[in-house]
């Protein structure tokens, strides 16, 4: 896990064929349906009933759009809790799903209306308030639902981006993050990085200890092999690096799951 950070052409040849005209279309020439469907344009109607079937919800469900307001939108009280917000559209390209929870800035992301958009939220409790906006307007139509998070491996990823936070402190200008939780031996590398000293912050939980060195993709190592007590102090060291990529090599000896963040900062 990391922290941060079809074209199409269609060439068309004509060629003049001598002594042929077109006159138009063969006279009793039929258009299909389908062709006609696709020059006529989706009435609001058709795209909130598309809307309410991606979203697997009513039409007449809070969050969802309607022939008269376009824009779903739902404001609802909930416990603290971890929650998954969908956001689906029709009848246009993309839209914008907004979350709001309490005093905190709204989240805003784009996202196109070919797929359902899912969002993870941990939420502290109170009022949160989704909608979702097309830019086109009317008839194009977008929805909004909020339900229990299902998705155990979403709240352990929240969990393990919390602890990170926690135990890593404050982010530090040009850090490169990682962290990952594993029962047994792990490799993590990074890459993009820039030549040059850093200061390599390291924390673990779960085992008593663990083994931790650093290579470089030749296979030189920048940090050999330590071993680090997982007791929630912060693990500090500098290092050189002459590669733009680093592999972390975390060995805990057993089978004991552990936690691990650990971040590079470039020296000043």
Request: with cysteine.
């Amino acid at each position: 896990m990391r922290y941060g950070k079809a074209l199409f052409i269609v060439a068309a040849l004509a060629t003049p064929l001598a002594g042929c005209e077109y006159s138009g279309p063969a006279e009793g020439a039929v258009t299909s349906p389908a062709q006609t469907a696709t020059r006529e344009q989706r009435s609001i109607q058709q795209n909130v009933a598309e809307v309410a079937g991606l979203l697997k919800a009513f039409p007449t469900d809070p969050g969802m759009p309607s022939e008269t307001e376009p824009a779903g939108e739902l404001t609802i009280e909930l416990a603290p809790g971890d929650y998954t917000v969908k956001s689906a559209c029709a009848g246009g390209n993309s839209a914008n799903l907004s979350i709001v929870q309490g005093e905190r800035p709204p989240l805003t992301m784009p996202y196109t209306c070919d797929s359902v958009l899912e969002r993870f939220v941990r939420h502290p409790g109170g009022p949160l308030t989704i909608s979702a906006t097309v830019p086109t307007g009317k008839p194009a139509a977008a929805g909004v639902t909020v339900q229990p998070n299902t998705d155990a491996r979403a709240s352990e990823l929240e969990d393990l981006q919390e602890w990170s936070a926690q135990r890593l402190g404050p982010e530090k200008p040009g850090q490169h993050y990682g962290s990952t939780v594993s029962d047994t031996v792990t490799n993590y590398g990074m890459t993009a990085l820039d030549p040059g000293t850093y200061e390599l912050h390291f924390v673990c939980e779960g085992p008593p200890e663990v083994q931790l060195s650093v290579s470089v993709p030749s296979g030189a190592e920048v940090l050999a092999p330590v071993r680090v007590p997982c007791n929630g102090d912060l693990f500090k060291t500098s290092l050189e690096l002459v590669s733009q990529d680093a592999d972390f090599r975390i060995d805990p000896g057993d089978r004991t799951v552990g936690r691990y963040a650990f971040r590079l900062v470039p020296s000043t």
